[in-house]
C-alpha cells in the first residue's frame, strides 16, 4: 500500500483545496522557512488519528483548522484526505475489494472529528488499526520530520522498541490486546457484582 494522492481544505496554511501527488519511492519536502512543510507532514499523521497536541504543534484539536490571517477570514472546518494505492491487494483484511482507499477526516470548530474510508463512515480506531496492521501509523518511523533522526538516537531502549514495533506492523495488536484487557476487566467486574446479588440472595 503506497501513498498515492494528499488533499488538504482548511488545514493550518493550506487553506484553499490543494492535491499534491506523492510518487512512489522516497519523498523530501524542501522549501523556504515557514512555507508548510512540517504542516505537510502533521496532515499525514492528523489523517490516520493522531490527537496528540505535541505532535500537531497546537493546543486544542481545533488548531488544525486555518486560523485566518489579516487579509482572510478563519475557516470553521478542515478536511484531508489521503489516497493509498492498493493495486497490489496488500492492505489488511477488509479493505482488499477496491484498487484505492481512501481515507478521509474532517473537523468543524467546537464539534470534533469525523472519518471516513472510502466514503463510508468510520470510527477513530478503524482508521488507527488499518495504518497500524499496515505498519504506516501516525507515529511510524517513515515519516522523519525535523529532530527525529536525533530523538531516536538518544531515545531510551523502551522508546526505540516502540519505533521497531510499528515499523513490524504489530503496534495493532498490541491496541487490541488493550481494548480485549479492558473488556476482560469490565466483565470480571460485573462477574464480581453478580456474585454479590446472588449472594445476597441465597
Ligand atoms: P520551518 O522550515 O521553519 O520549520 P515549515 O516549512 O515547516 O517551516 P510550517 O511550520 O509547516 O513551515 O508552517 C508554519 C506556517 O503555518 C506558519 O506561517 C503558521 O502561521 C502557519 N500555520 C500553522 N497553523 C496554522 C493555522 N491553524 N492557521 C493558519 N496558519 C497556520
Known amino acids: ?24 519511492g522516497l519523498t523530501g519536502v524542501v522549501g523556504p522557512n515557514g512555507c508548510g512543510k512540517s ?12 490527537n496528540r497536541a505535541k505532535s500537531l504543534r497546537g493546543s486544542g484539536m481545533d488548531d488544525v483548522i486555518f486560523a485566518g490571517t489579516g487579509k482572510r477570514p478563519a475557516r470553521n472546518l478542515a478536511e484531508v484526505t489521503l489516497v493509498l494505492d492498493n493495486f497490489e491487494r496488500d492492505a ?32 477513530q480506531k478503524d482508521v488507527q488499526l488499518l495504518f497500524a496492521d499496515a505498519a504506516t501509523g501516525a507515529h511510524s518511523p ?48 460485573n462477574l464480581t457484582r453478580l456474585q454479590d446479588v446472588v449472594g445476597q440472595m441465597e
Do not use: C
Open 92 to 123: 489488511p483484511a477488509g479493505y482488499n475489494d477496491h484498487d484505492t482507499i481512501e481515507v478521509t477526516r474532517r473537523i468543524e470548530r467546537e464539534s470534533g472529528s469525523s472519518y471516513r474510508i472510502n466514503g463510508k463512515d468510520v470510527r
Open 142 to 189: 517513515s515519516l522523519v520530520s525535523q529532530g527525529r533522526i536525533g530523538a531516536l538516537i538518544n531515545a531510551k531502549p523502551q522508546e526505540r522498541r516502540l519505533v521497531l514495533e510499528e515499523a513490524a506492523g504489530i503496534s495493532g495488536l498490541h491496541q487490541r490486546r488493550k481494548e480485549a484487557e479492558s473488556r476482560l476487566r469490565g466483565a470480571e467486574g
Open 1 to 24: 500500500m503506497d501513498f498515492s494522492r494528499l488533499r488538504l481544505s482548511g488545514f493550518k496554511s493550506f487553506v484553499e483545496p490543494t492535491e499534491l501527488h506523492i510518487e512512489p
Open 39 to 50: 504542516n505537510l507532514l502533521e496532515a499525514i499523521r492528523w489523517v490516520m488519528g493522531e
